[in-house]
């Protein structure tokens, strides 16, 4: 629902940085979530960005353009157990979540 | 409080069968959402309460379904007759949230369900 879409999947080096895209329809929103879920377990909350700029914590940034529809979660020094999807969720109208299918992200050594 | 629990994690069940699955959640959390997701997808909403109240029920989810919380604090989820295409994981998350705010959920475990 929703239109929210984020690449099916991407490879990076271990020690490098990634950024993950995520678009959706600007209509009713109030706030974008990213989540990060280890295979077989629950998601678990990273970040939340309700105004446009940018929101750092530790090796995490997220960033919003609220105008474009648009969002970012940068990971830095990444290290191999990032290797996980990353789930961007969308809330809207102060009501329900609507997330993305989910990037899944291989960091090799 | 140790978070949002569920139970049972898993369960096999035979189609025709009916389950249900119990979610607790982060007690002062007002908001308690269901989700089903399958390999490969995002989470996809069910419904959701605010306190007992069941707000919001998705087109998507058939007459097979329903989920109740009695008295605002755990929630169970039935699905009647179940069929192979129920298999999934369940996902069961609590939030503050209020008019004009909101915090950011928190996901239980999940119960993993497969329907033979």
């Known amino acids: 629902g929703q239109n929210i879409d984020q690449p099916t999947e991407m490879t990076a080096t271990e020690g490098a940085i990634v950024q993950i895209n995520c678009t959706y329809q600007?209509?009713?929103?109030?706030?974008l979530f990213w989540y990060q879920q280890h295979a077989g377990e629950a998601p678990t909350f990273l970040s939340y960005?309700?105004?446009?700029g940018l929101e750092e914590k530790g090796r995490f940034s997220s960033f919003l353009s609220r105008s474009k529809g648009y969002s970012y979660l940068l990971l830095k020094e990444l290290q191999m157990k990032d290797s996980a999807s990353y789930l961007c969720?969308?809330?809207?109208?102060?009501?329900?979540?609507?997330f993305g299918s989910g990037t899944k992200l291989n960091v090799k050594p | 409080d140790t978070g949002v629990s569920q139970d049972p994690r898993h369960k096999i069940t035979k189609r025709g069968q009916n389950v249900t699955f119990r979610c607790d959640p982060i007690?002062?959390?007002?908001?308690l959402y269901w989700y089903r997701q399958t390999l490969g997808q995002g989470p996809e909403f069910l419904t959701y309460?605010?306190?007992?109240?069941?707000?919001?029920k998705s087109r998507l989810l058939s007459d097979r379904f329903s989920a109740e919380r009695p008295k605002g604090s755990f929630s169970t989820l039935e699905i009647q007759r179940t069929e192979q295409g129920d298999s999934a994981m369940y996902l069961c998350?609590?939030?503050?949230?209020?008019?004009?705010?909101?915090?950011?959920?928190?996901f239980g475990p999940g119960t993993r369900l497969t329907v033979t």
């Open positions: 998350a609590s939030s503050l949230a209020g008019t004009g705010f909101v915090h950011e959920q928190y």
């Open positions: 600007t209509s009713g929103f109030n706030g």
């Open positions: 960005n309700v105004l446009d």
């Open positions: 969720a969308v809330y809207y109208n102060f009501n329900k979540f609507y």
């Open positions: 007690s002062e959390h007002n908001r």
């Open positions: 309460f605010q306190n007992e109240a069941q707000l919001e």
